[in-house]
């Protein structure tokens, strides 16, 4: 009984606490969002996070506040769990002018100077060799920081993958690739594209520190990348981590998804749910009660109502917005006619 004890508490408390309250207002963040988009108050293409909100939590968790992020279109969950409000997602998602694009991004280009996410990028695997160039500036500049890039397993079939990886490895530049695989791509199997399974072995090729990760683990995710930034920031280059995690939506709303089963689904949503994990070790350690419970999923759901308020009474883009952040404002002391 010792020794399971002490695995359950690794960990503080407060740390749990966090977690749980953080992965709950993604997980009800997507499911508010996908309620709405079938209300056709989101427009366009739409990804949710739901079943990966370990990933976020502990990557945020085992990273510091100038350490650098950037995604995929599924990006919904990742600025969230680094301190931006959800009503500005929101508004972004509703195309309002107090979206944090200005509404010009929408789903697919959620951006966060002030947390350092840098996207948000609908490009499949474009932001690969941009997390190597946000690194390459980190380590010219001469700071500590780390930029941890994520993709999904459709996206390492891109060419500019191993060029990233390549030149990140030849110069160590201080990046952490993370593949949230999903297992499914777009809507095809990781085993009917390619002979490499296993995708973190993939580093390997380029002599790249690689792993793979339970990604439904919030512990084990976290005890990966702290390892991970720890080594990038000693100067000694890149990581790649396999987080093996599970989507429990489509690829996007409008997925049929028939090339799963409902029962794969539900046995990932009743015995591998990532949050159940975390409730559990509180629950186990009496760290939390029914009270609290309920205290956390009022907090959470007052934040996701505040967001669609807010993005229900914002008002759109003026027209003259189309001319605006086009191109980069000049820093330069003189102008141009």
Excluded at 220 to 229: D, G, L, P, W
Excluded at 299 to 318: C, G, M, T
Aim: glycine share 8%.
């Amino acid at each position: 009984m010792a020794k399971t004890a002490e695995k359950k508490s690794k960990f503080s408390k407060e740390q749990y606490l966090k977690w749980y309250e953080s992965m709950l207002l993604m997980r009800r963040f997507e499911e508010k969002t996908g309620q709405v988009y079938v209300q056709q108050k989101i427009k366009g293409f739409c990804h949710l996070y739901n079943g990966q909100e370990a990933i976020v939590a502990g990557t945020v968790s085992a990273t510091k506040k100038d350490d650098k992020h950037i995604t995929a279109y599924r990006d919904h969950a990742h600025p969230i769990g680094l301190g931006l409000h959800p009503k500005f997602v929101m508004a972004e998602m509703y195309a309002k002018i107090t979206g944090c694009s200005k509404g010009k991004g929408g789903s697919m280009h959620i951006f966060s100077k002030e947390h350092n996410f840098i996207g948000g990028h609908g490009i499949v695997g474009g932001q690969v060799p941009l997390g190597a160039g946000i690194a390459f500036a980190e380590k010219y500049l001469g700071t500590d920081n780390v930029c941890i890039c994520s993709m999904g397993d459709g996206a390492v079939r891109q060419g500019a993958l191993h060029e990233a990886f390549n030149m990140a490895m030849n110069w160590k530049l201080p990046v952490v690739y993370i593949i949230e695989n999903n297992m499914y791509a777009m809507g095809t199997s990781v085993v009917r594209t390619s002979n490499v399974h296993d995708l973190w072995k993939i580093g390997l090729s380029y002599d790249m520190p690689s792993k793979p990760v339970d990604g439904l683990n919030v512990e084990a995710v976290h005890e990966a990348i702290e390892e991970a930034v720890a080594r990038a920031r000693r100067g000694d280059g890149p990581t790649l981590l396999e987080m093996k995690t599970y989507r429990f939506k489509g690829h996007s709303m409008s997925d049929a998804q028939t090339y799963r089963t409902k029962d794969e689904v539900k046995d990932f949503q009743t015995n591998h749910d990532p949050i159940d994990r975390v409730l559990k070790t509180l629950l186990d350690n009496k760290w939390i009660d029914e009270k609290g419970i309920e205290e956390t999923e009022a907090r959470v759901k007052a934040l996701v109502d505040e967001s669609i308020q807010f993005a229900e009474e914002s008002p759109y883009p003026d027209a003259s917005e189309l001319y605006k952040d086009v191109y980069a404002e000049p820093n330069y002391p003189f102008i141009i006619e």
